[in-house]
């Protein structure tokens, strides 16, 4: 059968993405990612005094800068030995946690449910209502998506000044107190958007529905009442399986998270592990076992792959080679791996992602399901940790280092942003930043093949899929999209050439 290769811009993600696939008649045989963006932060940031890298880095995206000041901090507090008292933690988490919800909510009804309304689906029972409620600025998902979830970044100004690109975050805490007029304005925030929340994603109220322990019990709750059915998480979940979503976008079976949001006690309030896909068990994590890959990129070659601490970025753009992206390989233990909120509940032990997975699998319904899950469950933590500032009013925000610079050393960040393990690796010396890596979740799940010549989790998520229309792949669109892609703020170096732009 003969081969065909198509290549495609993926439209409704942040930044610029192209797939370069092989065809044998509809079947997707082999699947280049292509990161056409490169972004060189960790060379602007070598030579600069270590707290420059609270300014820098949160410009590396305007979608989650929140989690990169985070990542920043955590490493530099690492190397300094900083400890940092409750209430910061607590008002970095509730700023982190604003910033995902909003991604989160706004990648599903602004870019991943927009491809129901393919003219493709036009013939299937729930067509008319999927426009009804995702038609990009006409369905009521859509539109009530825009208008409320704009208002949650709102309490990262309101306790870090500005969003995005804020730098509140110091080694020792935070620059500001919560005060009760803070408390008080975020709980409104929280508390309209709940209410939408339950109106309309979930359909009832917020406590039953996370209250929902296996798949059983999700689909009974689905067929109990119209207003379960016809809300925004029940048509994405009934449209998504009507279309098969449910049985495709696999992809590797490994799954890494490295934990979310610092507790007072020192431990982490989100599990991190490692679910290792051959045995099913889920394993500690270590930030020692990271490798990063570079053969397929455009980068300065080295042997097989280095943990960051001793990585280099080196851009050497190939565009005639068989190097591909600008994303490097990032491995764990040697393993492709896949990032994000399925790996997030899945190993910090969410029953009913569980029992869904168990069912049938990490699938793109599935992935874009736990997203969702993962905002209700960050409503309610939300809403914990403000009545957690309100009863510590007067408790410090801030710690006074025992030295004002950070001294020479090295240290690391991980954190779980909205779109899964994010970290940061710094090397401090003579006072300078030496060297500056970042890993983010879109490297683990969009890397070109490694070393081993294995493919990125994309890729392989891609390889076995057959496609109704070749000239109009919208099959691609729904596995990707449920990854939510970030390549965002990176200089432009791709040579042009032909190209293929996935509806609309």
Known sequence: ????????????????????????????????????????????????RPKD???????????????????????LEQI????????????????????????????????????????????????????????????????????????????VAIFGGQWPHSSYMVPG??????????????????????????????????????????????????????THANSAIGLMTRMSRDIGLHRSGFGTSHMLSCGAYCDSAGGQMFKSG???????????????????????????????GRHPFRGETIPDFQPHSDRYSWSKAPRYRNEVVQTGPLAELLIDGDPLIGSLYRAEGGNTWLRQFARLRRTALLLQKMREILHELAAHLDDPHFTSPAEEEIPDGEGFGLITAARGALGHWVQVTDGAISRYQVITPTAWNASPKDSEGRHGHWESSLIGLTVDDPDDPVEIGHIIRSHDPCLVCTVHLLDTGKRMTVWP
């Open 53 to 75: 890298a609270l300014v820098i880095t949160p410009r590396i995206c305007g979608i989650c800068g929140t989690a990169h000041l985070y990542s920043a901090v955590l490493a």
């Open 80 to 155: 300094g030995r900083i400890a940092v008292p409750p209430n910061a933690s607590r008002i970095r988490n509730l700023c982190l946690m604003a910033e995902t919800v909003q991604s989160d909510l706004r990648q599903s009804f602004l870019f991943f449910t927009a491809d129901f309304c393919h003219p493709k689906y036009a013939g299937r029972p729930l067509y008319e209502k999927t426009l009804g409620a995702f038609l990009p600025f006409k369905g009521w998902a859509h539109r009530g998506t825009l208008e409320h979830s704009r208002h949650v970044p709102g309490i």
């Open 1 to 48: 059968m003969a081969r065909r290769t198509i290549q495609i811009d993926l439209n409704r993600v942040e930044g610029d993405l192209e797939f370069q696939l092989e065809l044998e008649g509809r079947e997707v045989v082999d699947a280049r990612c292509i990161g056409s963006l490169y972004r060189g932060f960790e060379q602007i940031l070598i030579g600069r």
């Open 274 to 304: 490692f679910l290792d896909g051959d045995t099913g068990k889920i394993e500690p994590f270590d930030q020692a076992e990271i490798a990063e890959h570079v053969r397929y990129s455009w980068f300065e070659p080295y042997e097989g």
């Open 173 to 226: 805490g935070v620059t500001a107190p919560p005060t009760s007029r803070r408390i008080l304005d975020s709980l409104s925030i929280i508390n309209n958007l709940t209410r939408w929340f339950e109106q309309a994603v979930i359909g009832t109220d917020l406590g039953p529905w996370l209250e929902l322990e296996s798949a059983d019990q999700l689909f009974a709750w689905l067929e109990a009442a119209d």
